[in-house]
């Protein structure tokens, strides 16, 4: 993925498979596909920074991209949702991989039960597949689809489901 970014920069021909070639002289991506690639861009430049630093941190070996993968911070992830909503992507989950999952801008369909117990009352999320996917709790997977949803919610959300602790 990095190559095929640094040849974007350098307005290269690139060569995909024997049948095409994207040549930015005659190819446009659309408007939604340029954000996110500006995104990918930025990333690009850190790794780039870091790799060419002669400071203490240019040790640490973790590389952002690694070949079609690409590690995500919290924030890029969100900023990444929002570019990508109403698409479709793969992605590696738990060691888990997944084709073709689509990408939703909605509120989390949470169901919860509530229950006593001798002491107290308890509330629990029914929906035992939802998954968190970083630790800000904006994008969430369930039902093999990727759900982010707005920051209004959060607020309100946040605490309770530290509070939930969600269990895998």
């Known amino acids: 993925m990095k190559k095929f970014l640094l040849a974007l920069l350098d307005r290269e021909i690139i060569q995909f498979g024997k049948n095409f070639s994207y040549d930015p002289s005659l190819h446009k991506f659309n408007e939604c596909d340029e954000k996110i690639i500006e995104m990918l861009l930025e990333i690009v430049e850190i790794e780039e920074e870091h790799e060419n630093s002669s400071s203490f941190y240019r040790t ?5 991209f690694d070949g079609k993968k690409l590690l995500f911070t ?4 969100y900023r990444f949702f929002k570019l990508a909503k109403e ?17 939703l801008e909605r509120e989390l ?9 001798k002491e107290s009352i308890e509330l629990s999320e029914e929906n035992k597949d939802l998954k968190p996917i ?5 994008v969430f997977f369930i039902m093999e689809v990727f759900i982010y949803h707005l920051k209004t919610k959060l607020k309100y959300m946040s605490q309770f489901l530290i509070y939930l602790k969600i269990k895998k």
């Open 87 to 103: 698409r479709n992507i793969d992605a590696a989950i738990d060691g888990e991989e997944y084709t073709n999952v689509k990408i």
């Open 134 to 138: 970083g630790g800000f709790k904006r």
């Open 60 to 64: 640490y070996d973790k590389r952002i």
């Open 109 to 117: 369909p949470l169901k919860f039960k509530i229950g006593m117990n």
């Open 74 to 77: 919290d924030k890029l992830l």
